[in-house]
């Protein structure tokens, strides 16, 4: 399974595609969590807590005369992952874009595009919490996923960036995981599903355990396991899991 979270900033993508990565890994699959954000959040989410550096050394990649940025010696998506992936919580591999401002290097960046448009080893689950708003998605850094996830909540500017995003990638299989969604909320998530066009994959209660453990900086699956959140979170892996044998 390769699959992206997408959406507008703060609608929860990191909290829902941490705990994904986590259930994965707990239910036997071998998963390398990716955050392509450089507003980087998913360490936390995972479980891993602040970490320093799970980026891709920047001397992997080099600048060539009439070229432009490549790979300065030719090695394997598979063999970047073994050295430098960092092993989490329930035997998870990350790694991370890096954090801007100026700490993104060129090298590091192309190197981890490299690990994301190569990284095809057989039994590997790839879960990726990407960047608010459409820009990466523009630029083909979700070109990976073959099911991507767009994170709402429900209300009228969401639809806005989930509208944008749907049309990024019209081949790749996608779905609405409608997040926050609460009693008050201003449009029901079936609502949402119609009016974008996508399958409702699953809808995400405004639960306070989840925004309690970011506020710790703990994952949504260590602080509260048996939370609403979570266990929509457990039928979303489920509908992921149908998502990528169809
Ligand atoms: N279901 C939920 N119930 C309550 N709070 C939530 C829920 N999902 C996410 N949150 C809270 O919303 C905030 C944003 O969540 P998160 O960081 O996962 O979003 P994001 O889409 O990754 O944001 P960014 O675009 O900044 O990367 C966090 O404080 C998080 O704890
Ligand atoms: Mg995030």
């Known amino acids: 399974m390769r699959v992206a979270f997408v959406g507008k900033g703060g609608s929860g993508k990191s909290s829902i595609a941490g705990t994904v990565a986590r259930l994965l890994a707990r239910a036997g699959e071998r998963v390398l ?20 550096e799970a980026g891709l050394p920047a001397d992997l990649a080099e600048r060539r005369e009439k070229v432009g940025w490549v790979m300065r010696d030719p090695v394997s998506a598979e063999e970047l992952v073994e050295r430098h992936a960092l092993r989490g919580p329930d035997g998870i591999r990350f790694l991370q ?56 909540e429900p209300t009228r500017a969401a639809l806005i960036s989930a509208r944008r995003l749907r049309s ?26 119609a009016e974008l066009q996508l399958p409702l994959w699953a809808e995400v209660p405004y639960d306070e355990a989840v925004a309690s453990a970011d506020r ?29 044998s169809r």
């Not at 507003?39 to 936390?44: A, D, E, F, N, T």
């Not at 090298?107 to 960047?131: I, K, M, N, Q, Y």
């Open 216 to 244: 710790k900086g703990v994952a949504p699956l260590d602080a509260a396991p048996s939370s609403a959140a979570v266990a929509a979170i457990v039928n979303l892996v489920a509908r992921l899991r149908e998502e990528a």
């Open 97 to 152: 874009l890096g954090k801007l401002p100026g700490h993104v290097k060129p090298g590091s960046s192309v190197a981890f595009r490299h690990v994301l448009d190569e990284f095809r080893e057989p039994g590997w689950t790839l879960v990726g919490d990407f960047a608010a708003g459409t820009r990466q998605s523009s630029a083909g850094w979700s070109a990976f996923a073959q099911t991507i996830a767009v994170v709402v």
């Open 168 to 193: 990024l990638a019209p081949e790749t299989n996608m779905g609405l995981v409608v997040n926050k969604a609460a009693g008050r909320q201003a449009l029901a998530p079936d609502r949402i599903a």
């Open 33 to 52: 969590a990716l955050d392509v954000d450089t507003l980087p959040g998913l360490s936390y989410s995972l479980g891993l807590g602040r970490v320093a």
